[in-house]
């Protein structure tokens, strides 16, 4: 059972020569006594004639789509008029000899068309994703994913990183996402966490002298799924010694410039744009703006500061802002679309949408008979009013107005293009850095600050000195990866010196010092013994894989994905533990009705 070829290599080179190949049946026609087999492999397709006349072929008439066979037989030319110029070996079928049949496939659950698989209900073709990953469409998926891990690992090498496994199996941590928990039978009431990340792994193996770390690190969080969120994932997870941030953005942009080339053929001009994070607030009402289109947002704090329309003027009173921006041509929407705006600003604690059309040679809206003519002139002037636009306002404070007004905004950029008023070309890749994040959030519910990104963030060193005093206007070395609005990671410089972690837990952070002991004590502790200057960051493979295969779900380049609920329907996970199971790890089930609540 060797093949001589796969199925998209035979051309009119190799007519007169006997060839076995072996793969599923594509497709079976019957032409005039003849049978007409497309044989596929994950390569191509090769076309295959029976003569079912012959005693040998006796079985032919029981093949089915995506039976398995082995074919052996002489390449011979295809008449000229069923020549198939979409195929690689349209110019040659094989005359079959030999035929052996390895596995008949039962009737389909679905067709295997991409077409016509993927009007298919995805849990049907998660239930049989073995089928679903024969479709051309998903192994080209799959494929791409490669290319892009391949090439990382490969640019990475090249630049002296050394890649090192680290592991699954961490401690569980006060901070960041809900954790997968692991109980230790050979520890009772103990129990692993799944790492959400390497992270604290990596600034040891910087500690530890290796100075260039990598890893396809898997990933874990025990967190509610949606289309760009998985379980488990895969992180492109890198540590470097001895640099600052501008070593860590060449570095990345050279790789990803790389991961394009060679799996679009897609040339990216570096250096990619450095934004602030207040910037991208403030202009686009997100830490991750798309900018392949306008609608920027524009601030008229001052020109609303004493206006007759006290939701503005209060607001301003109050410390807040008044922001707006121009959705150029949407006075067309309807009463539709404007609730969904509106539900959208709600969604985002907002109490409803201000707005202003302008159509009909007139100004309209509810608020319109609060504004002066000036007020209106700023308006007309800034945001270069015309007729057929609408204005979207939001007041209050600063940040949540900037997140009102970024959802409405990329709300409104779907309308546009759906009404053909907006172009966003396929191959418009819009790289940018944000950067210079706060470093502390405070949190009002705990009454507390937390870590932007996570307690390991080093300050920007100009601002060390106000760490204690003003913790919210400390700047973190922190930045972001952003791509046509969509994260595809964050990294930071870190913290290396023992006082400044241990002040930045303890004191800003407010943890518990027996926390802190028990959970970073040995961090705190390595910090002592020569720990140099280092930073990183992490890049989700699984969302570059998305991007360059076209697609809005990760789930597509993921060889066996979760569902929303997080089950596997293929292999029915999760499923339930025996009672001696649960007994071995010290645990009794408190679950009712087989596992649910």
Same mark, same amino acid.
């Given at each position: 059972m ?9 051309d ?5 020569q006997n060839v076995r190949?072996?793969?599923w049946?594509q497709s ?8 007409f087999?497309?044989l ?6 090769? +076309?295959?004639?029976f003569?079912?006349k012959? &005693?040998?072929?006796?079985d032919?008439?029981?093949?089915r789509? &995506?039976? @398995?066979?082995e074919v052996?037989?002489?390449?011979t030319?295809?008449p000229l008029e ?14 079959a $000899?030999?035929?052996?049949?390895h596995?008949?496939c039962e ?5 295997? =068309?991409?077409? /016509?698989? &993927? !009007?298919?209900?995805?849990d049907?073709?998660l239930?049989? #994703?073995y089928?679903d990953l024969r479709?051309k469409?998903s192994y080209?998926r799959?494929?791409l994913?490669h290319?892009?891990?391949r090439t990382?690992?490969n640019?990475? $090498?090249?630049?002296?990183f ?10 569980t941590t006060?901070?960041g996402?809900r ?5 230790s ?5 103990c129990a692993?966490?799944?790492?959400q990340s390497?992270?604290?792994y990596k600034q040891?193996?910087?500690v530890a ?9 898997r990933?874990?969080?025990d967190e509610?799924?949606?289309a760009d969120?998985?379980p =488990?994932?895969? !992180?492109?997870d890198?540590?470097m010694s001895?640099i600052?941030? =501008?070593?860590?953005y *060449?570095?990345?942009?050279g790789m990803? *410039?790389?991961?394009w080339?060679?799996t679009l053929g ?7 744009? #450095? ?7 403030n202009?686009y009402?997100?830490d991750?703006?798309?900018m ?6 524009h ?7 004493s206006? *007759?329309?006290?939701?503005f %003027?209060q607001s301003?009173a109050?410390?807040?802002v008044v922001?707006a921006?121009?959705?150029?041509g949407l006075a067309?929407l309807s !009463?539709? =679309?404007?609730? !969904?705006l509106?539900?959208a600003a709600r969604?985002?604690g907002?109490?409803g949408?201000?707005?202003?059309? *302008? &159509?009909d040679?007139q100004w309209?809206?509810p608020i319109? /008979?609060?504004?002066s003519e000036a007020?209106?002139g700023c308006?007309r002037s800034?945001?270069?009013v ?7 306002f ?9 997140n009102?007004?970024g959802r409405?905004?990329l709300e409104c ?7 053909g008023l ?5 191959n %418009?890749?819009n790289f940018?850095?944000? @950067? ?5 959030t405070f949190?009002?519910? #705990?009454?507390r600050y937390v870590a ?5 963030t080093?300050? @920007?060193p100009?601002?060390?000195p106000i ?5 919210h206007a ?6 972001d990866?952003?791509l046509n609005g969509?994260?595809l ?5 870190r913290?290396?010196?023992f006082?400044v972690q241990? /002040?930045?837990?303890?004191d800003?952070?407010k ?5 802190v002991d028990?959970?970073?004590?040995y ?8 720990a140099p200057p280092?930073g990183?960051i %992490?890049l989700?493979? $699984?969302r570059?894989?998305a991007?360059?295969?076209?697609t809005?779900s990760?789930?597509d380049?993921?060889a066996f ?7 596997d329907?293929?292999c +029915?996970s999760?499923?339930?533990p025996?009672?001696k199971?649960w007994c071995?790890?010290?645990?009794k089930?408190? %679950?009712v +009705?087989?596992g649910?609540?």
């Open positions: 060797k093949r001589s070829h796969k199925c998209n290599e035979l009119t080179s190799h007519v007169g190949l072996i793969g049946v079976i026609r019957d032409h005039g006594g003849l049978l087999v497309d596929r492999d994950r390569e191509g397709i090769t +076309q295959i004639v003569d079912p012959l &005693e040998k072929f006796r032919v008439h029981s093949l789509d &995506e039976s @398995v066979i052996g037989g002489t390449v030319r295809r069923t020549v198939n110029p979409r195929l690689a070996t349209g110019e040659v079928e094989v005359l $000899d030999e035929l052996t049949i596995n008949l009737p389909l659950p679905f067709p295997m =068309e991409d077409s /016509k698989a &993927e !009007q298919v209900s995805e049907l073709r239930t049989y #994703r089928l479709r469409n080209h799959l494929f994913r290319i892009a891990a990382a690992r640019y990475l $090498d090249e630049n002296g050394l890649e090192v496994e680290v592991p699954y199996l961490f401690k006060p901070e996402a954790e997968f928990l692991v109980p039978r050979l520890n009772p009431g692993y966490a799944l790492a390497p992270q604290q040891m193996l910087m002298g290796i100075e260039r770390y990598y890893s396809l690190a990933c874990f969080r509610d799924l949606r969120r998985q =488990e994932f895969t !992180q492109i890198l540590e001895f600052d941030r =501008e070593d860590i *060449a570095l990345v942009e990803l *410039a790389r991961i080339k060679n897609v040339d990216l001009k570096t250096p990619f744009l #450095r934004m602030p994070f207040r910037d991208a607030m202009d009402g997100s991750k703006p798309d392949r289109f306008p609608m920027r947002i601030d008229f704090t001052d020109a609303f500061r206006s *007759a329309f006290k939701v %003027a301003v109050d410390g807040g922001k921006f121009n959705a150029k067309i !009463q539709g =679309e404007m609730k !969904q509106e539900d969604a985002m907002a109490k949408l201000a707005f202003i059309k *302008a &159509e040679g309209k809206s319109l /008979k609060f504004l007020e209106k308006l800034e945001l270069g015309e007729e057929g636009d609408i204005l979207f939001a007041a209050g404070k600063w940040e949540n107005s900037c009102i007004l409405v905004r950029r779907d309308i546009a293009v759906k009404y907006l172009s966003i070309p396929n %418009a890749f940018l850095w944000v @950067v210079d994040f706060p470093l502390m949190d009002g519910e #705990r009454n932007t990104h996570h307690p390991f080093a300050p @920007v100009e601002d060390l760490l204690a005093s003003h913790p400390v700047r973190g070395q922190h930045y990866i952003v969509m994260e990671g964050g990294g930071s410089i913290i290396h010196r006082d241990e /002040k930045v837990l303890k800003i952070l943890i518990d010092g027996d926390v028990s959970r970073f004590g961090m705190l502790r390595a910090f002592k013994y020569g280092h990183g %992490a989700g493979l $699984d570059i894989g991007i360059i295969c076209g809005s990760i789930r380049v993921l994905p979760k569902t929303q609920k997080g089950q329907l293929m +029915q999760p499923s339930i025996t009672e199971q071995d790890l010290f645990i089930s408190t %679950a +009705q087989h649910k609540d």
